[in-house]
């Protein structure tokens, strides 16, 4: 009794699964949430710490929302560039292929 039904019904947990799996989740850190999104004529008066670039999953099977994927670069570069003492990051380049590059500031 191993019909194509079966089969489906067999392996649908398996592949919720693995399509869940690749979903990610980011959450902003304590210390992320101190930093803040800014423009570049924010942060005129603050020193740049470095260039940080984050990394995401843009698809998932399918490709997926990209606002979703814009939020989650933004919680990742904020998460980074508290670890590293910044306090303001502005974004250098749009998101491209689940990535984006940003500019991490100490500001006053």
Same mark, same amino acid.
């Given at each position: 009794? %191993?019909?194509?039904?079966?089969r489906?019904? *067999?392996?649908? &947990?398996?592949?919720? $699964?693995?399509?869940?799996? !690749?979903c990610a989740? @980011?959450?902003?850190?304590d210390? !992320?949430?101190?930093? *803040?999104?800014?423009s570049? /004529?924010? +942060?005129?008066? =603050?020193?740049l +710490? ?9 698809? @998932?099977?399918?490709?997926? %929302?990209?606002?979703?994927?814009? /939020? ?5 570069? *904020?998460? *980074?560039?508290?670890e590293?003492?910044? %306090?303001a990051? @502005? &974004? +250098? $380049? /749009?998101?491209r ?6 500019? $991490?500031?100490? =500001? &006053?």
């Amino acid at each position: 009794m %191993n019909t194509l039904a079966t089969r489906i019904i *067999r392996a649908t &947990p398996a592949l919720s $699964a693995l399509l869940l799996g !690749g979903c990610a989740f @980011v959450s902003l850190t304590d210390a !992320g949430a101190n930093v *803040r999104q800014s423009s570049a /004529e924010d +942060v005129s008066q =603050c020193k740049l +710490v470095a260039t940080i670039s984050s990394q995401t999953k843009d698809t @998932v099977v399918l490709d997926r %929302n990209s606002g979703k994927v814009r /939020e989650e670069l933004i919680v990742l570069a *904020r998460n *980074r560039a508290a670890e590293i003492g910044a %306090n303001a990051i @502005v &974004p +250098v $380049a /749009e998101q491209r292929n689940g990535s984006q590059d940003f500019s $991490a500031y100490s =500001c &006053p």
